[in-house]
Each structure stands twice: as C-alpha cells, then as structure tokens.
C-alpha cells in the first residue's frame, strides 16, 4: 500500500508504541485518525503528525465499548471520506498470579475484574475495531489493512494470564481475518513486541530492568520506533497477510 493521502485509523495513540506508528506513518503520507482516552496526549501526538503535513484527527473512544467504536468509525469514514487502515494497539496491563500462595497457603489470585479489564481493552477493543473497519473499508471497495499489535508474551508469560490470552488471541484474529477478507482486498496480520522502551518499563527501577533484559540475546530493550516500523512494513507489503512478526530481540519466553 502507497500510504500517501490514505487514512488509518491507531488506537492507543496517546503514547508509546501506538504514538511513534502513528508518527511513521504520517512521515509517509499517511492521514491519521487517532484513538485514546487521554485528550491531552491526543493533542501531543496529533501535533506531531501534522507536523509532517498531514491531516490528524483526534477521537476520545473506549474501545471496549461497543458502541463508543461503532460511532467512532463512521465519524472517521465520513470526516475523511476513506478508511484505508487499522493499527489495533490500544492495550492495558493488570498482571497478578493465577494463585498466590504463601506458606503454602492460598493468600490471593486473579480478581475477575484484573481478567475482565484487560480481556474488555486488549482482546474485545480488537474485535471491535477490527469489524467496525472492516466494514466500512468493504463498502467503500478500496481494500485496507489491518494490523494487530500482539506481544511475546502471547506464548504465555508468568502473572499474565489474562495478557497472555488476549494477546494470542489477538495474533489468532489477524490470521482468520487475513482468509476471511483477502477476498475484499483487506489483508491482515499482526505484530509481537518483546519488551519494549514505554513508560510503562522506563519507571521500574534499574534492577527490576535488569532482570527483563539479561535473557535478551540483543541484551536491551526495544525502542518503539523499531515495533512501528514492523508496523509500517506490513502496510507497505502488498503480499503480507496472515502472519506476525516477533519484533523481541531474540529473546524467547
């Protein structure tokens, strides 16, 4: 895909990962309409894209509500008359054990609410943004692609059970979406960061950073801007679908 003068829609885009794809993209002529929650961080990362002379537009969605998506996207189709793209990046993290025990005693576990809220943002927001886009790309008769942001720790990461399962249930959304809407000249696939420089790891303490990076080959953390680029690939890929790329240094779980 020629990115220049299309529109992509980036969930998550107030920071991180989902900020700097946002960026990329607009340095290769790409529109960009921009999901998040967080007005002020919208505004940061819109000013940023239009930087590089192209239109941003900011929309505030939860993107676990259903409704929030379906309004969001047709605002989007009609403010830009075209959807040409999906970065499904919106994520959240509630880690806990499964059972926490102590003394051999049960002393706690996964809340419901710690597994729905992290099921609600980071599996059902893709499921939903993905349709709604879906959607209106297939009606307008343009094609488009969607692009899902996975994680290493889909394979399964210790206190992350609900992370795990939703993102591996992310990387498998990509894969039938790729078979089911090749037809529509939509293509899909996803992306797998490994532990990646965000705000979320640059405030844990130096000793807690060690021990993340000591079992990466590369022996660092990724740099967002080297996830966006994977990103950034599969769109301009014309005969990527299907797959993901494990953007994580090398590092296995």
Not at 157 to 164: E, K, L, R
Not at 227 to 247: H, K, M, P, S, W
Request: glycine share 10%; proline share 2%.
């Amino acid at each position: 895909m020629d990115l220049r003068d299309r529109t992509v829609v980036v969930t998550g885009a107030g920071r991180g990962i989902g900020r700097v794809t946002a960026v990329q993209l607009a340095e290769q002529g790409a529109n960009l309409a921009l999901f998040d929650l967080n007005s002020a961080d919208l505004e940061e990362t819109s000013r940023l894209c239009a930087a590089h002379s192209v239109t941003a537009r900011q929309y505030r969605v939860n993107v676990a509500e259903e409704a929030e998506v379906t309004d969001a996207m047709s605002r989007v189709a009609a403010d830009f008359g075209r959807l040409d793209g999906l970065v499904n990046n919106a994520g959240i993290v509630r880690d806990g054990l499964l059972v926490k025990v102590k003394d051999g005693a049960v002393v706690g576990s996964m809340s419901l609410d710690q597994w729905n809220a992290v099921i609600g943002v980071n599996l059902t927001g893709v499921f939903l943004c993905g349709r709604e886009a879906a959607k209106h790309m297939i009606e307008r008769g343009n094609g488009g692609v969607i692009v899902n942001i996975s994680s290493i720790s889909r394979l399964g990461n210790a206190g992350q059970t609900n992370y795990s399962a939703a993102k591996a249930g992310v990387e498998s959304m990509a894969v039938v979406w790729a078979k089911e809407l090749a037809r529509y000249g939509i293509r899909a696939g996803s992306v797998a960061p490994g532990f990646t420089r965000t705000e979320i790891l640059t405030t844990m303490r130096p000793e807690v950073l060690e021990k993340l990076t000591a079992p990466v080959p590369l022996k660092r953390l990724g740099l967002p801007q080297e996830i966006a680029q994977a990103v950034v690939f599969i769109f301009q890929n014309d005969f990527y679908t299907g797959r993901c790329l494990e953007i994580d240094g090398g590092l296995r779980l």
